[in-house]
């Protein structure tokens, strides 16, 4: 209990993602310096970077899903809080009375125009308290070097986060409706509702530092999980289908065709010369096909045969795919699940918990 103040409290922080952040901060630091150099070319009263862009930097490449680390917060953040300050001090001569005073109005000016970032507050006391180099920019200050460094340093982090393969401006894509209709998708129908959390947040009255659409996320994978723990004991190999129908990618596309209409099915599975999985086709695909399989096959879902069955939910109730193969370590088809072989077990585990419940 005595070393709980030195735990680290970010949710999903991994050493990999601290590493990267170290790396980016480096990156991201080093350039904003030399292409600001470039830009206002050198000098001893020349500020080519301001400190704020340190405190960015941390969001920026630690935490570039937070709310206070895009684009527009740092950038905007940055920029209206240095030209807050300059304006503070230009009026106010009281170095104690002009920092309070800046800090405070950049607060409300970030939360007006939507670009709350925390170093913001620095960049309007640095505006303040910055000394001659500060002073001798005057109302240039927040444009350069304020707005340039923060530009130059969202751009190296877009960069950097794109070669990383990380979500960056991070977007929280809502769960479409495949069908194009305006009914939510079908895991959004049970459960919890948007309204529930909202009004969650308004009863606890707190802000918390993530989107608003990414706590829904969040809170939609925890019942998911949760449901998969209290079924994990159901696995794939206890209702997968073992007699599978296949066919090879040299077949031809109206022999395909054949077989999904001989054994109503949706999906079949595409393997190769060696029988490993290639992919799936179904009526869909092979409208478009003309030759052979291969052309036209998509991929599919798949899973283990050790794999809790209740897992497969969010891949069978996507909209689009109708069974997922169940394969071995070489890829080769052990069996599959459909839609109706999961509906079919759920049913059959939630009966003796409604059963118990009544009595």
Same mark, same amino acid.
């Given at each position: 209990?005595?070393?709980?103040?030195?735990?680290?409290?970010?949710?999903?922080?991994?050493?990999?993602?601290?590493?990267?952040?170290?790396?980016?901060?480096?990156?991201?630091?080093?350039?904003?310096?030399?292409?600001?150099?470039?830009?206002?070319?050198?000098?001893?009263?020349?500020?080519?970077?301001?400190?704020?862009?340190?405190?960015?930097?941390?969001?920026?490449?630690?935490?570039?899903?937070?709310?206070?680390?895009?684009?527009?917060?740092?950038?905007?953040?940055?920029?209206?809080?240095?030209?807050?300050?300059?304006?503070?001090?230009?009026?106010?001569?009281?170095?104690?009375?002009?920092?309070?005073?800046?800090?405070?109005?950049?607060?409300?000016?970030?939360?007006?125009?939507?670009?709350?970032?925390?170093?913001?507050? #620095?960049?309007?006391?640095?505006?303040?308290?910055?000394?001659?180099?500060?002073?001798?920019?005057?109302?240039?200050?927040?444009?350069?070097?304020?707005?340039?460094?923060?530009?130059?340093?969202?751009?190296?982090?877009?960069?950097?986060?794109?070669?990383?393969?990380?979500?960056?401006?991070?977007?929280?894509?809502?769960?479409?409706?495949?069908?194009?209709?305006?009914?939510?998708?079908?895991?959004?129908?049970?459960?919890?509702?948007? *309204?529930?959390?909202?009004?969650?947040?308004?009863?606890?009255?707190?802000?918390?530092?993530?989107?608003?659409?990414?706590? *829904?996320?969040?809170?939609?994978?925890?019942?998911?999980?949760?449901?998969?723990?209290?079924?994990?004991?159901?696995?794939? *190999?206890?209702?997968?289908?073992?007699?599978?129908?296949?066919?090879?990618?040299?077949?031809?596309?109206?022999?395909?065709?054949?077989?999904?209409?001989?054994?109503?099915?949706?999906?079949?599975?595409?393997?190769? #010369?060696?029988?490993?999985?290639?992919?799936?086709?179904?009526?869909?695909?092979?409208?478009?096909?003309?030759?052979?399989?291969?052309?036209?096959?998509?991929?599919?879902?798949?899973?283990?045969?050790?794999?809790?069955?209740?897992?497969?939910?969010?891949?069978?109730?996507?909209?689009?795919?109708?069974?997922?193969?169940?394969?071995?370590? *070489?890829?080769?088809?052990?069996?599959?699940?459909?839609?109706?072989?999961?509906? #079919?077990?759920?049913?059959?585990?939630?009966?003796?918990?409604?059963?118990?419940?009544?009595?």
């Amino acid at each position: 209990m005595a070393f709980r103040l030195f735990v680290p409290i970010l949710a999903g922080a991994t050493l990999r993602e601290r590493l990267l952040a170290c790396i980016g901060a480096t990156i991201g630091i080093a350039l904003t310096g030399v292409i600001s150099g470039l830009a206002m070319g050198g000098g001893p009263h020349v500020a080519l970077l301001v400190a704020p862009m340190g405190a960015s930097a941390v969001l920026l490449f630690a935490v570039p899903s937070s709310p206070l680390a895009q684009p527009w917060s740092i950038i905007g953040g940055n920029s209206i809080s240095a030209l807050v300050g300059v304006t503070v001090a230009h009026f106010v001569r009281d170095p104690v009375i002009a920092s309070g005073l800046a800090v405070a109005l950049a607060i409300a000016a970030m939360s007006f125009t939507r670009c709350l970032h925390p170093p913001g507050g #620095a960049a309007a006391l640095t505006a303040v308290l910055g000394g001659p180099a500060v002073v001798s920019a005057g109302f240039l200050f927040p444009f350069v070097p304020v707005a340039l460094n923060s530009t130059i340093l969202v751009t190296l982090g877009f960069l950097f986060h794109r070669l990383a393969r990380r979500n960056y401006p991070h977007v929280a894509a809502p769960a479409a409706n495949s069908h194009g209709t305006a009914d939510p998708p079908p895991r959004q129908r049970v459960g919890f509702r948007p *309204e529930d959390v909202d009004a969650a947040l308004a009863t606890l009255d707190e802000t918390f530092d993530i989107d608003r659409d990414d706590l *829904e996320r969040l809170l939609r994978q925890v019942e998911l999980q949760a449901m998969v723990r209290s079924h994990r004991t159901l696995l794939c *190999e206890d209702i997968m289908s073992r007699d599978v129908v296949s066919v090879p990618e040299d077949a031809p596309a109206d022999a395909a065709r054949q077989q999904l209409l001989d054994h109503n099915i949706r999906t079949l599975p595409v393997v190769d #010369a060696e029988a490993r999985l290639s992919g799936a086709v179904g009526l869909r695909e092979l409208t478009k096909a003309t030759d052979t399989v291969k052309g036209v096959m998509s991929n599919v879902g798949t899973a283990s045969a050790d794999t809790p069955a209740m897992s497969l939910l969010p891949v069978l109730t996507d909209g689009r795919s109708h069974a997922v193969v169940i394969v071995d370590a *070489e890829r080769r088809i052990l069996g599959l699940i459909t839609q109706t072989d999961l509906l #079919a077990a759920a049913a059959r585990v939630q009966t003796p918990d409604k059963g118990l419940a009544a009595a």
